[in-house]
Structure formats: structure tokens, C-alpha cells
């Protein structure tokens, strides 16, 4: 079997490469530094072994002879080893070392280059390490030895000369004698400078001096430094992006709470799933496989939310039973739901809520008068549909679809919570399960809800609420956050 020294990029997860990703899946062992991304290492089987080998804040580091012994003796054990590593292996990581060990051992290797933070942490800085005539080159250098002793290996008065961009990796700490000695080399002091921490990620924060002041502003690693005339560049785009950096806390049912925190993360901010409700099968299962069947029967079937929709398509064993009969959708996350299964909803009412679909519908009404409806839902809800169309003359038949339940709650939720900065909420369930999960003194600064039902119970709960979606989707909550937060 193979020893795989891998890049992982700069932090940001999508700057994985796609041969990085096909080997970590294959992996027995992961052995990884401590700026791994944890998402990373979801890559990897479940059952894989996974080894820390970085150096924790004030804790031991396992030594480099460790490390390439580890490496050794997995590879012969024959098991498949990725040796994850920041950035690209062969930059500044030992990864050259690591691979004499292998090679010396007889063991087979392969290397998968990665994305380094030298190149793409000025780029989501919005510093482009080159430009056409002014700076023709870039110089990355490390910054680990003491320039101040004046025993290291790099020529600071050579980098200082060459007049490109000028990288430096690890000298955060050093920052202030690195500058110094540069200035020493010649460079002007007043040459544009930068450094980049926590570069690609979203709690990117970019620093922007001269050689002269950088040291000034007293940088903390990880940083990447950039010195030279594009250190200047004001090409922003990272931090810019709307949600940027904001730490959001997602309380929605799996899937929907991952595709959501996708489109949050897509934005720049921070999310993390905290799900204070699941779905599970109803109590009578029968009784919505009878609905089913029997969906022919009915005028329409009106449907409430996609996972109504996901449950009765389930028990659905023939499409054609639906032939004769008209489909509503409270709103158009439902209609996707349905148009995913082929089924164009006949009805969108204006407003997403129950109290408009009712008004929607009284418009249907044919010459022989309100017709049958079926509603297959959640088996807990509220009763406004139902009951207004029942007294409108509708003869109406519910069904549940799904009971949702409160999952156990989650061990590390108050240290998430503590840290975060916004909460959403998609529905009423998940403001009461969360309430009686973490308590209403649990949440965020800032409460955002999907709407005026969801509010109310919000506010019924204690809660404050300071942002809730005008149009009321997953992307009109989206929108509500961005405006919120660019206001
Ligand atoms: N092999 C890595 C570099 C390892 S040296 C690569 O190719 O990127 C570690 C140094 O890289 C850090 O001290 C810092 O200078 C830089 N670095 C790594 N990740 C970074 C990040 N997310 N933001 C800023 N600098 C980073």
C-alpha cells in the first residue's frame, strides 16, 4: 500500500483537491498537523484511524523522527496512509523529509500537491503576488529562523534586493526583525505591506501597513506576510462578501440544515448546524400509505412544507393516482420539493403561509361547489388550513405524513452558542425545541426567523427578534441576514 503526502490547502475546505479528496476516502490512517480542518478529515472513512501529530498550544509536538518512523511503519503494516498537510506538502513542511524517510525505507509514496497559503492567502486578501512590469517576481521565504541573530540560513539582504513581492511564512512572531532586516537590505521603508491571518478562512483578517509600521500592528500567527507595491492592491473580495465572518447558528432539521449552512457559508459566514428537530415516521404509517393510494379520490391535495412532500411521495406507489387531482404548495420551497418528483404544483398562494393558501383556494372553488382535500402534514400543526376550509364547505381529510421530535441535545451546544453570534429559525418547532432543549437565555444576539408565524412563537418563547425574512423561504431568510448585516 501507498503513503500519500497530502495537501490540504490553506484552511478554506473547497481548495482541496480533487485527488486529495479520492485519497483521503480510501484512507486506514489520517495522520494530521493541528490546523487541519476538521471537515477534512470527514473525508475519510468513519472507521479510519485519525492521528494528530501537531504541536498543541503549550503541549508536546511529536517529533519529526516520530512522524517519519509513524509513516514508516503504517506503510509497511500495508495500510493505505494520507499524511495530511497544510498548504502544499513540499512548502515549508518537511514533507521532503518525510519522503526521504519513505524512500529510504523502501516504502511506496506518493505525493498530492496542494494549494499553498504563500500564493492563494494574499489571493483571498485580494493581494495578487505578481503584476505585469511592477512586480515581476515573488520570494517565499521562511520566517521560523531568528533574523535578529543573524546565524540563519536566508539572505535578507538578497530578498531585500531582488525588488519583487516578497512572502514570508511563519514570521508572525518575527515579524518586527524581519521587517528590520529588510529595510537593512535596501527595500524602502515605505513599501506597501500585509499580513493575512487565518488566511481563506472565515475569520480572515487582513492587515494592511508599510515595512516601516507592519510590525506596528503586531500580526499573530498564522500569517501570511506580504511585502512589495501589490501588498497595496485593494482587490477585497473575501472579506467583502455579505455574511462575511458572521457566526450563525443553524437549527434546522438534517438535510435541510447542511444545504442551509451551505448557502450561509457561501456567503462568508461562519455556520454551524445545531439541529433542534428530526423527522420520523408518523404513529399510523398505514393510514397515509391508504391517503396514498387513495389521492385519486380528492379534488386536491394540498402539501405544507418539502418534507410533507418527501414522506407522501414515499408512500406514493403509483403516480398516475395522482392523474386527476389539483397539487398546492404553501409556498415555492414546496413546489420545488414537488417539481423534483415531476409534479408541477397547480397552486402558489401569494403570501407562504396557511392563512393565504385558505384564501388561494376559496378562489378554486368549481360550479358544483368546494370539492375534497386531502392534507398530508406534519402531525403536530397548526389548524387554520383545515379548519378554514372545512367552514368554507371543503370536505377535508389530514393525514400525517411525519411527527417531528426533538433529537437529544447536543453536548457541545452552550460552548457553540456562547461563540456564535446569530440564530435562525425555519419554523415554530424548531424555537420550541430549542427553548426547551438550551432555554431562551441560550441564544445569540441576534434571533432571525422565516417569518411572522415563527416570530410570534419567538416572542411567545422570550425571545427577541431582530431580523425576519419579508419573503418567507430559506433564501428570503438569507436575504433578511444580508440586509441586516450591510445596513
Ligand atoms: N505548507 C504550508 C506552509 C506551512 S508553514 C503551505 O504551503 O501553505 C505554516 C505557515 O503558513 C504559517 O505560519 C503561516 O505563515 C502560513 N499559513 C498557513 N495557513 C495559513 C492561513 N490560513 N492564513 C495565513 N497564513 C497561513
Known amino acids: 500500500m501507498t503513503v500519500y503526502l497530502v495537501g490540504a490547502g490553506p484552511g478554506d475546505p473547497a481548495l482541496l483537491t480533487l485527488r486529495a479528496a479520492e485519497v483521503l476516502a480510501t ?20 472507521d479510519a484511524e485519525r492521528i494528530s501529530v501537531g504541536k498543541q498550544p503549550g503541549g508536546p509536538r511529536t517529533s519529526q523522527e516520530d512522524i517519519n518512523a509513524l509513516l514508516v511503519a503504517r506503510g509497511r503494516a500495508g495500510q493505505q496512509v494520507v499524511r495530511l ?27 498530492v500537491p496542494g494549494i499553498t497559503s504563500a500564493v492563494a492567502v494574499p489571493a483571498y486578501a485580494g493581494i495578487p503576488v505578481t503584476m505585469r512590469y511592477s512586480s515581476t517576481s515573488f520570494t517565499v521565504v521562511t520566517g521560523h529562523e531568528d533574523p535578529a541573530k543573524g546565524e540563519g540560513s536566508v539572505n535578507w539582504e538578497a530578498v531585500a534586493a531582488l525588488g519583487g513581492t516578497v512572502v514570508v511564512l511563519m514570521g508572525a512572531a518575527r515579524c518586527r526583525a524581519i521587517c528590520d532586516r529588510i529595510i537593512a537590505g535596501g527595500m524602502d521603508p515605505d513599501t506597501p505591506a500585509a499580513a493575512v491571518r487565518w488566511g481563506t478562512r472565515p ?61 450561509l457559508r457561501r456567503r462568508g459566514a461562519e455556520a454551524t448546524e445545531l439541529p433542534v428537530i428530526a423527522f420520523e415516521p408518523p404513529e399510523d404509517v ?32 403509483d403516480a398516475r393516482s395522482l392523474g386527476g387531482v389539483r397539487v398546492a404548495a404553501i409556498g ?92 435562525t429559525f425555519t419554523s ?16 445569540p444576539e441576534v434571533v432571525a426567523t422565516i417569518g411572522p408565524i415563527t416570530t410570534a412563537t419567538a416572542r411567545d418563547r422570550g425571545l427577541e427578534v431582530a431580523v425576519e425574512a419579508a419573503e418567507h423561504t430559506i433564501d428570503g431568510l438569507i436575504a433578511a441576514l444580508e440586509d441586516f448585516f450591510t445596513r
Open 85 to 111: 498537510k497544510g498548504g502544499d506538502p513540499f512548502v515549508f513542511a518537511r514533507g521532503g523529509e518525510e519522503a526521504a524517510a519513505l524512500a529510504a525505507a523502501g516504502v511506496a509514496f506518493e505525493v
Open 286 to 317: 398505514d393510514r397515509l400509505a391508504r391517503a396514498a393510494d387513495e389521492v385519486g379520490q380528492y379534488d386536491w391535495v394540498v402539501l405544507t412544507s418539502p418534507t410533507g412532500v418527501a414522506w407522501f411521495f414515499e408512500q406514493l406507489r
Open 332 to 423: 415555492p420551497g414546496t413546489a420545488a420539493a414537488l417539481a423534483e418528483r415531476n409534479v408541477v404544483a397547480d397552486l402558489v398562494p401569494e403570501q407562504y403561509v396557511a392563512e393565504s393558501l385558505l384564501e388561494a383556494l376559496s378562489d378554486e372553488v368549481g360550479p358544483d361547489g368546494p370539492g375534497r382535500v386531502l392534507i398530508p402534514r406534519a402531525q403536530a400543526a397548526r389548524d387554520v388550513l383545515p379548519d378554514g376550509l372545512a367552514a368554507a364547505g371543503w370536505e377535508v381529510d389530514v393525514v400525517a405524513a411525519y411527527c417531528t421530535v426533538a433529537p437529544a441535545a447536543d453536548p457541545d451546544a452552550a460552548a457553540l452558542l456562547a461563540n456564535a453570534e446569530v440564530i
Open 27 to 46: 484512507a486506514d490512517v489520517v495522520v494530521y498537523d493541528r490546523l487541519s480542518v476538521a471537515s477534512l478529515l470527514d473525508l475519510a472513512p468513519a
Open 203 to 263: 475569520n480572515q483578517r487582513t492587515l494592511r501597513a508599510t515595512l516601516a509600521t507592519l510590525a506596528d500592528l503586531d500580526p499573530q500567527p498564522p500569517a501570511t506576510i506580504v511585502i512589495g507595491e501589490v501588498a497595496a492592491a485593494d482587490l477585497a473580495w473575501f472579506e467583502n462578501r455579505p455574511l462575511f465572518g458572521r457566526r450563525i447558528v443553524v437549527t434546522r432539521a438534517q438535510p435541510q440544515a447542511a444545504a442551509l449552512a451551505a448557502d
Open 428 to 443: 415554530s418547532s424548531t424555537v420550541t425545541n430549542f427553548v426547551d432543549a438550551y432555554g431562551a437565555d441560550a441564544v
